[in-house]
């Protein structure tokens, strides 16, 4: 399945078109929240473990593993209708539940890509660390709890909609099943 960047050549992608969504449903319901609301800079880092060495010969040869996938939203402020940052505030501060913060259903989701079907490429992660890296805030401003993002367990990729009204739909691959990340 190949895809191809959606905007017209010599046109730079908006950075609004790369979504992480957290799933504060079921893995078979699942219901769809944006990570990084008011947050102004974040980017996926990919640790790919590459290791360098130089044979007896004097020949360099480099490998390399599948990415480490990482991502920080700061500040991350808090809001009564974010459901899913609700359900990471209630998992962190209310539970301190360590597993089921290591156990997050993420879905990441390149809008600024389509397939011959007009589908944007998306990659479902099932057992992702989401973990709150403070909770507070400068006085007089607002309450902010900014979290750290690794993306873990199973890597399912797909196809992604997001509908007018912000409701996010993953479609599987039928050719690619499930990959280990």
């Known amino acids: 399945m190949d895809f191809n960047f959606t905007t017209p050549a010599g046109q ?38 590459e ?18 996938i990482s991502q920080t939203f700061d500040p991350c402020e808090l809001d ?46 099932h057992s992702c660390m989401v973990k709150p890296t403070s909770l507070g805030g400068q006085g007089g401003g607002t309450l902010t709890m900014p979290i750290d993002v690794t993306f873990g367990g199973e890597r399912e990729v797909g196809t992604a909609a997001v509908g007018a009204d912000k409701s996010v739909t993953f479609t599987p691959s039928a050719s690619a099943g499930g990959e280990n990340a």
């Not at 290791?51 to 480490?68: R, S």
């Not at 990441?108 to 397939?115: A, F, G, I, N």
């Open 80 to 125: 009564s209708g974010d459901e899913y940052q609700q359900k990471i505030w209630n998992l962190a501060v209310v539970d301190q539940d360590a597993a089921a913060l290591c156990n997050q259903d993420l879905l990441r989701v390149h809008l600024y890509t389509k397939d011959e079907n007009g589908r944007a490429f998306a990659e479902r992660f």
């Open 51 to 68: 290791e360098t060495k130089q044979d007896i010969h004097g020949d360099t040869y480099t490998t390399m593993k599948k990415p480490i």
């Open 12 to 49: 730079t992608v908006e950075r609004q078109l790369y979504l992480c969504f957290g799933n504060s449903g079921t893995a078979d319901t699942p219901k769809w929240g944006a990570l990084g609301r008011r947050v102004e800079d974040s980017s996926a880092e990919m640790n790919w473990n």
